[in-house]
């Protein structure tokens, strides 16, 4: 077996305790993560915050390292993919896709300017707002994405200034050290610590005394145990929360113009995306048309281990979310959804559960209503589009949203009126890039990442005033 190993002040940390990592294709044990112990954590945080000052001096050596850690990503993304396929499931394409748009987001950033105003510079005086770096930071990632939503973290805090602690989910933290492991050569020690370990290292990392914010993307119970634990000494913290993302058709959108792209949305990734098509709303006079467009689109997804090329959709990432999304389907077909592909586990090892389209779903359903996570696409009939609107908009999520019709200008109008973070025409998750804010209203989240917004999160503003020159 591979030794994967901690980076802290630079340097791999030898690891006391150890803990699996299952592969859910097979549901065997694949590896072992070090179990960072409470003084390595403390160490960590040192280092951490012993290379924070010089490096918030250095803007010129912090763009070359994003830049050269772009690279560097770009020069292993093999063995990062097969990584994460092999620790996450996903097809080996979409695992190289994850890891290649790591690289794009850190040479996004590493030319990003800096926020910086000279408000006043005159007879009077001068004055002049900069950003500064907040101290430590420290990151926590879920495991649907663990390399790029880490680098959504890394790549801002590191251009402000900041030095980080990250830490991957305990089912996906192989790549993650890896990675940690790579950027040794280009980061300066302490610069980036990667540590890994079970479910309370997240909680001990938000109560340390030493980082100034957590940032941190994961479920929204998970996200108020985080916000609580911030508020004891007030660090700042980004949440990057669930979702429960409405598609709506609107009645004169065609099924064989849409189903796929809508199929896609729904099922990249097995379900777990956070912006993944969670739900869809389609005109009830057009509800049959719209299940048997999806489900010859869904049933035709080849599943399988993501290591095959063949395949489109990998198992389900661990065993609670299976049993979860097995669940929450039993319960729509106990509540009269018919089940119109898929509906079950598949038969065999691993984690696998069928591409299933529920028809006849409804509000209420707790398959609707909460964030699935997996390969589920309930269906919605509604009688006007606005009745669509008002029940996307009650939900307690508000991650992102899209509306489809061949008439933009229309669609639009309805679009604006939903309650999210992102809404997108004709597309869905269309604007999840590094140069726009992705975040949500409500449950999903407070803060926004990607752009110069996520970059903001990772600094505090300072005014600086003199005054006129003589
Ligand atoms: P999770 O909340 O179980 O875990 C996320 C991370 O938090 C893991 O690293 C975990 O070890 C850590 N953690 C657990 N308990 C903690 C605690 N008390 N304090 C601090 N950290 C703790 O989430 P998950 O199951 O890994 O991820 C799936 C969820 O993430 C879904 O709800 C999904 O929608 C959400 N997500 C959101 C976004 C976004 O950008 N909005 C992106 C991806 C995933």
Redesign the pocket.
């Known amino acids: 077996m591979t030794e994967f190993t901690m980076t802290i002040d630079g340097s791999a940390a030898t690891p006391e305790a150890y803990f699996d990592v299952v592969d859910p294709a097979t549901a065997r044990v694949l590896a072992q993560a070090p179990d960072c112990t409470p003084r390595q954590l403390d160490a960590a945080m040192a280092a951490a915050a012993g290379a924070q000052p010089a490096w918030s001096r250095d803007e010129r050596g912090r763009r070359h390292a994003l830049n050269e850690a772009a690279a560097v990503i770009e020069a292993h993304a093999g063995r990062l993919a097969a990584l994460v396929t092999a620790e996450q499931g996903k097809p080996l394409a979409q695992a190289r896709d994850e890891v290649m748009a790591s690289a794009v987001w850190l040479r996004h950033y590493a030319q990003m300017e800096l926020p910086h105003e000279i408000v006043q510079d005159d007879d009077e005086g001068y004055a002049e707002i900069v950003a500064r770096p907040l101290g430590v930071v420290a990151a ?6 663990p390399v790029v ?1 880490a680098v959504w973290k890394i790549a801002p805090a590191l251009l402000a200034g900041n030095t980080v602690v990250l ?5 996906t933290p192989l790549a993650t050290l890896h990675l940690g492991e790579l950027l040794r050569t280009c980061l300066p020690a302490g610069v980036l610590n990667v540590i890994s370990g ?2 309370p ?3 001990s ?2 109560a340390h005394p030493v980082p100034r914010k957590i940032s ?8 108020r ?2 916000a609580v ?1 911030a508020a004891g000494d007030l660090k700042r913290v980004t949440l ?4 429960n993302d409405p598609a709506i058709v609107l009645p004169d959108a065609e099924p064989e113009e849409f189903a796929a792209s809508l199929v896609r949305s729904a099922f990249v990734n097995s379900g777990q995306v ?1 912006f993944a098509v969670k739900r869809i709303y389609v005109p009830a006079e057009r509800h049959d048309a719209w299940v048997q467009a999806l489900t010859v689109h869904a049933a035709a997804l080849r599943v399988g281990a993501g290591h095959d090329d063949q395949v489109e959709m990998g198992p389900l990432s661990n065993r609670a979310q299976l049993d979860r999304v097995t669940a929450l389907v039993d319960d729509a077909r106990a509540r009269g959804a018919l089940v119109a592909t898929g509906g079950a586990p598949l038969a065999g090892e691993g984690y696998f559960y069928a591409p299933t389209v529920l028809a006849g779903a409804a509000d209420g359903m707790p398959v609707v209503d909460e ?1 699935q ?1 997996g390969p589920v696409l309930p269906v919605v009939a509604y009688r006007n589009p606005g009745d669509a609107v008002a029940a996307a908009n009650a939900s307690a999520y508000g ?1 992102t949203a899209s509306v489809w019709s061949p008439d933009t200008d229309r669609a639009a109008g309805l679009a604006r009126s939903l309650d999210c973070g992102q809404v997108s025409l004709n597309a869905h998750g269309a604007g999840v890039r590094p140069d726009l804010p ?3 209203s409500k449950a ?2 407070i803060g926004r ?1 990607n752009g110069r917004w996520g970059l903001e999160e990772f600094t505090q503003l300072q005014v600086f005033t003199r005054p006129p020159k003589a």
């Open positions: 926590i990632a879920p495991w649907n994405f939503l830490k991957p989910s305990p089912y079970r479910d290292l997240g909680a990392m938000t941190f993307t994961g479920s929204t119970a998970t996200g145990r985080v634990a990057e929360l669930g979702g956070c964030e996570f991650l992705f975040g949500g999903s989240g990442e």
